[in-house]
């Protein structure tokens, strides 16, 4: 079986491995069949036109930052940060092959065998966040009275963001996809036409406490997915820093396990590889890989100037509050 971590001690780049891997998965497929491996190598491709083809972001950047400039005139007493990446190397891998793990789970759950490679393909093609922006908001105490909530009113700047969003980067060449999540409960303060595309987790929080607001555009000029965050600083020190981080991966790998134990090992070749793979890349030891541009003390002490873990930047903007010194009605 192959395996992303096989590369990723020659001290090679991010996209040479990116090719070598895909190259690998592609003639495995032809010689035993494999059409998921044929499926991954696809999807890997899809990763190297990101990072190769850089022009198309800088046109899809161009277009965001028409947010950002209008919510800094909009908005001129909040703090907020936009944000893009490409999803790293390593998260996308261990992705995929938790999609495949749960696709197959899921369907052997309610059926008692295993899906065709066709059916598997179908859950993949779903994926939209290999480039995502994240808009983080903060209402700086200088400008809360006393006794009234921050939290809330950083809540109400929260959704009435969103409920501009789709209709600002609609008339800029996206579209927003209506959201897979079914009967999920919505936050009165977001508008009733906006809630078939958003994905509430402030008023649907995760099992680990993960908050956030979540839509998915299609970029009509770059022909591409992405997925939009809205979250308050703190929803987003809960995500980066906080419980819903390491809880968050601790759960994951009980549920993979959980999942293992119910498949029969040997009998879907499918399951039993993107399960290996999810589990070689959660025991990987960062300071002993040798990619070019990386470096690691530890799991936690990263320098990723390559986007092998990370992810890499595409959007930094800042806008700092103005008015430091005064109320804001």
């Not at 200088?142 to 921050?150: A, K, Y």
């Amino acid at each position: 079986m192959i395996t992303l971590n096989d590369y990723l001690y020659n001290g090679d780049t991010v996209l040479k491995i990116i090719q070598m891997y895909s190259r690998d998965l592609k003639e495995s497929s032809i010689e035993t069949g494999n059409k998921v491996d044929m499926l991954h190598s696809n999807f890997l491709l899809r990763i190297e036109e990101l990072l190769v083809h850089n022009e198309f972001l800088t046109s899809q950047s161009q277009r965001i930052r028409e947010l950002y400039k209008y919510m800094t005139e909009q908005y001129p007493f909040l703090a907020f940060s936009f944000k893009g990446r490409i999803k790293s190397l390593i998260r996308a891998e261990e992705k995929f092959n938790a999609y495949i793990v749960e696709t197959i789970y899921d369907y052997y759950k309610e059926n008692g065998n295993f899906p065709e490679a066709a059916q598997i393909k179908g859950k993949i093609e779903h994926f939209r966040d290999l480039i995502a922006y994240r808009i983080v908001l903060s209402m700086p105490k200088c400008h809360i009275e006393e006794g009234v909530s921050r939290e809330e009113t950083e809540l109400k700047y929260l959704y009435e963001v969103a409920d501009m969003l789709p209709d600002f980067l609609e008339r800029r060449g996206f579209s927003p996809e209506i959201s897979a999540v079914k009967e999920q409960a919505f936050s009165e303060r977001l508008s009733e036409s906006v809630r078939p595309y958003f994905r509430d987790y402030i008023v649907n929080p995760s099992a680990y406490g993960y908050q956030s607001l979540h839509i998915t555009l299609y970029d009509n000029e770059t022909r591409s997915y992405v997925e939009v965050q809205l979250r308050t600083k703190d929803m987003d020190d809960n995500a980066e820093i906080g419980p819903a981080n390491h809880l968050g991966y601790e759960k994951r790998q009980q549920e993979e396990r959980a999942r293992r134990d119910k498949i029969p090992q040997g009998e879907c070749i499918y399951f039993d590889e993107a399960y290996e793979r999810g589990m070689l890349l959660q025991q990987l030891e960062l300071s002993k890989v040798d990619v070019n541009m990386f470096g690691a003390i530890n799991n936690s002490l990263i320098n990723d100037g390559c986007g092998l873990y990370r992810g890499r930047l595409i959007l930094p903007f800042e806008h700092l509050s103005r008015f430091q010194n005064d109320v804001i009605d």
